[in-house]
């Protein structure tokens, strides 16, 4: 299996003041394989935000190496690993981040347009992937009109805008009731099964990273367990 995310002694410290620092992430390693469902659980304060802002290359470790589909990160400029993200990595948030006064479907399509895809193909894809999510039919609504759930499976079809090898989801039933959320896991194991993505779940719900196929926990930024997952198949009623 190809690895596709390389995470070598990473480590990333803070400094509150000197001489004090704060290590948020301490020596992880980390390795995912193409196509992997993988979980990342931890509680509060034991590293998942900071460990995904580095995964997802939104920030960078202050020692260590890290490989994105064979790309060296720490090598790259701001603007060249923005366009990286923008290719690779494709981002779902608790909080949906979807522009309000935009449509479902131009919110699909503003990936797209920031890689300068041209204007029917961004439409066509988006309508093809809001029809993936379940969401044909509410396309023309904004955020607004539409439930947590739909905000979600929006953000997710907007997450697959420029096809990603990538999806990174950062607590994406957090603000969610568990119908809704196993709803949206459904989604990522379709995308993970029929579309041979690789996903990376961080979530604090044990129960969600169940659902995997691999569990990496995280303790005041260091790696303490690596499990198998049960997959789908192991979801509780």
Same mark, same amino acid.
């Given at each position: 299996?190809?690895?596709?995310?390389?995470?070598?002694?990473?480590?990333?410290?803070?400094?509150?003041?000197?001489?004090?620092?704060?290590?948020?992430?301490?020596?992880?390693?980390?390795?995912?394989?193409?196509?992997?469902?993988?979980?990342?659980?931890?509680?509060?304060?034991?590293?998942?935000?900071? #460990?995904?802002? *580095?995964? $997802?290359?939104? +920030? @960078?470790?202050?020692?260590?190496?890290?490989? /994105?589909? &064979?790309?060296?990160?720490?090598?790259?400029?701001?603007?060249?690993?923005?366009?990286?993200?923008?290719?690779?990595?494709?981002?779902?948030?608790?909080?949906?981040?979807?522009?309000?006064?935009?449509?479902?479907?131009?919110?699909?399509?503003?990936?797209?347009?920031?890689?300068?895809?041209?204007?029917?193909?961004?439409?066509?894809?988006?309508?093809? #992937?809001?029809? *993936?999510? $379940?969401?044909? +039919? @509410?396309?023309?609504?904004?955020?607004?009109? /539409?439930? &947590?759930?739909?905000?979600?499976?929006?953000?997710?079809?907007?997450?697959?805008?420029?096809?990603?090898?990538?999806?990174?989801?950062?607590?994406?039933?957090?603000?969610?009731?568990?119908?809704?959320?196993?709803?949206?896991?459904?989604?990522?194991?379709?995308?993970?099964?029929?579309?041979?993505?690789?996903?990376?779940?961080?979530?604090?719900?044990?129960?969600?990273?169940?659902?995997?196929?691999?569990?990496?926990?995280?303790?005041?930024?260091?790696?303490?367990?690596?499990?198998?997952?049960?997959?789908?198949?192991?979801?509780?009623?």
């Amino acid at each position: 299996m190809k690895t596709i995310i390389d995470m070598q002694e990473i480590t990333k410290s803070y400094f509150i003041g000197h001489p004090n620092e704060f290590k948020a992430l301490n020596d992880v390693n980390i390795r995912i394989g193409e196509g992997e469902f993988v979980a990342v659980i931890g509680e509060s304060g034991s590293g998942k935000s900071t #460990l995904m802002n *580095i995964m $997802g290359a939104l +920030d @960078r470790p202050t020692e260590g190496k890290y490989y /994105l589909d &064979g790309i060296d990160v720490g090598q790259e400029k701001d603007h060249a690993l923005s366009g990286i993200r923008n290719r690779k990595i494709g981002f779902v948030f608790q909080t949906f981040n979807l522009i309000p006064r935009m449509s479902a479907l131009r919110n699909v399509e503003l990936p797209m347009a920031y890689a300068r895809v041209p204007g029917r193909r961004r439409a066509e894809r988006a309508r093809q #992937l809001l029809e *993936i999510v $379940g969401m044909k +039919d @509410r396309m023309s609504h904004q955020p607004n009109e /539409l439930s &947590g759930g739909q905000k979600q499976r929006v953000a997710i079809a907007r997450a697959m805008a420029n096809n990603p090898a990538i999806i990174l989801a950062d607590e994406p039933t957090g603000a969610l009731d568990s119908t809704t959320g196993h709803l949206v896991m459904d989604i990522f194991h379709k995308l993970h099964e029929e579309e041979g993505k690789t996903i990376i779940l961080i979530t604090h719900s044990r129960e969600l990273a169940g659902e995997t196929e691999r569990i990496i926990t995280l303790r005041d930024g260091a790696v303490i367990a690596e499990l198998a997952g049960s997959g789908k198949q192991g979801r509780t009623a």
